[in-house]
């Protein structure tokens, strides 16, 4: 394993340290994500770890996690998470966050604001003064072109997400913003007819950030 998926990885455990017995799960989506589910199928397994449920918040989740062994629920059934544990493709110093680059950030939103505790999982990579991840927006076919305008009218380039449908059927924009004021603009954008949700994440913000390090360290980042 390189140093990179190591600092992955190593984040991803030290998240089960705020994994209690009973507790319902959100499990978010991606490579760094992957590392956590593994873990927790792992401490399931050897019993470590009782009554836990899991809500995935993709289908690619839910069918690894299935794998591994972990008991899954859906929103229907238990609409309050415990705590919901997500990767993210850019975090700022205030922890806004962006999302979306699996293209699951509609779902991971809901999961999140679901949640009582949130904690993301990031390599050093993530971590950034300046957003500059072109932003996720989640987008039904029959609205692209009309989205497609009103996000340019507000300076954004969208770009369309060659082959890729949301596990809704939606398409996505990776939409490019010079600047982006992370409250306004997740507002803004969500305001565009067609728009389903967006990869910004401000106002449902983690509480805890941890961190992986190519050098082996981790840090845990608390909200203040
Ligand atoms: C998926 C996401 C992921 O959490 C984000 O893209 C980070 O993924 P990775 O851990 O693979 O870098 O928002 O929609």
Redesign the pocket.
């Known amino acids: 394993m390189n140093n990179l998926e190591n600092a ?1 990885k190593i984040a991803a455990e030290k998240a089960l340290d705020f994994v209690e017995n009973g507790m319902v799960l959100g499990l ?6 992957k590392y956590f589910l593994e873990a927790l199928g792992r401490e399931i397994k050897g019993g470590n770890l009782k009554e836990v449920i899991g809500i995935p918040s ?1 289908k690619n989740t839910e069918r690894i996690s299935r794998e591994l062994g972990i008991p899954l629920a859906t929103l229907d059934e238990y609409h309050e998470i415990d705590l919901d544990v ?4 850019e975090v700022d110093e205030k922890f806004n966050l962006i ?7 509609t779902r ?1 939103k809901i999961v999140a604001t679901a949640s009582k505790k949130f904690v993301v999982i ?1 390599d050093e990579r ?1 971590l950034v003064g300046k957003f500059t991840f072109p932003v ?1 927006v989640e987008v039904l076919k029959f609205s692209k072109k009309l989205v497609e305008d009103q996000l340019r009218e507000m300076g954004g380039v969208p770009k369309l997400r060659e082959n890729f449908l949301t596990d809704e059927g939606n398409i996505i924009l990776d939409t490019k913003f010079l600047v982006i004021q992370a409250e306004k603009l997740e507002v803004r954008i969500n305001e565009i007819s067609g728009v389903l949700e967006n ?1 910004i994440f401000s106002r449902r913000k983690p509480e805890k950030v941890v961190v992986g390090y190519r050098d082996g360290k981790v840090k845990v980042m608390e909200r203040k």
């Open positions: 992955k978010g989506t991606g490579s760094t994500v993709s997500d990767g993210a493709d999302k979306g680059g699996g293209g699951a950030h991971e990031v993530k996720p990869g």
